[in-house]
């Protein structure tokens, strides 16, 4: 049984949860879809876990972690302070920049290589895929897990190459479909490591921007009402530590607002570039 499902159960029993109450929490509609995940039928995706170990109030990395100090693993472990002491600031990144998220974009990659090649009439070789093997391939993608990323680093201890670590899980993945078995030495074809490695990180940079600007404009939001608010309310100017002419707490705001607008224009005209 993996670590997931133990500690889960184990707060399940302490707060008098069941599977029906897990099921909205993991996006699914009834208790026998949770039980699956329970039984190891199905495996749960980054961002199911993610949601589930808010809802159990205990961090995505004790949840899932075989260490069961998670003090220790969280802060005193950590490299830097931005996944040790502050670590629950960034949960929203943690499937985007860890080696985790690096994984998965290698893998989308690969997938989506595959199939750019499938829809070229030029490489004969790879014919266009039926629709059972397009819903094969997407679903590796949409439901690429914790589990499948150990599988991967696993075969990367034989490999020595974390690259072809991919290329090897998704032969595997897909050999259950005759279609794709036929073409899965076309995986990675034509390609380097850094095609693939360079695209993963470009979609990394993508996806991350997305979820750092919805904060940015959360904080532009509340920092305009604070403006609009405290228009009318005096305050004591300051410069050089001394006092200066008068203003309003509204009007500083209004400051703060319109340099945080203009970052937020700046980074999202940021071109992310990628070679491939």
Known sequence: MTTWIMRTKSIMREK??????????????????VGHYFTGRSKPTFDQLES?????????????????????????????PIDGRYRGKTESLQGIFSEF???????????????????????EEVPIFDSKATKLLNSVIDNFSIQDAEKIKKI?????????????????????????DSVSEFIHFGCTSEDINNLSHGLMLTEGRKVLLENMHT???????LAKENSGVPMLSRTH????????????????????????????????????
């Open 16 to 33: 008098k949860l069941t599977q029906s109450d897990l099921a909205p929490v993991m996006g699914k509609k009834s208790r026998g879809a």
């Open 101 to 123: 998220g690096l994984i998965k974009y290698r893998v989308l990659v690969e997938i989506r290589w595959l199939q750019a090649m499938s829809q070229n009439a030029s490489i």
């Open 219 to 225: 904080i532009l939001g509340l920092i305009s009402t």
């Open 156 to 180: 990367e201890r034989t490999t020595n190459h974390d690259v072809k670590a991919v290329e090897y899980f998704l032969k595997e993945k897909i050999s259950i479909d005759a279609s794709l």
């Open 52 to 80: 589930l170990a808010k809802y159990l109030g205990v961090s995505l990395s004790w949840l899932v972690s075989e260490q069961e100090n998670e003090t220790i693993f969280n802060a005193l472990t950590s490299i830097a």
């Open 241 to 276: 530590g001394q006092t200066a002419s008068p203003t309003t707490l509204g009007k500083e705001m209004a400051n703060f607002s319109y340099r945080l607008k203009r970052q937020i224009k700046l980074f999202e005209e940021v071109k992310i570039m990628g070679k491939f």
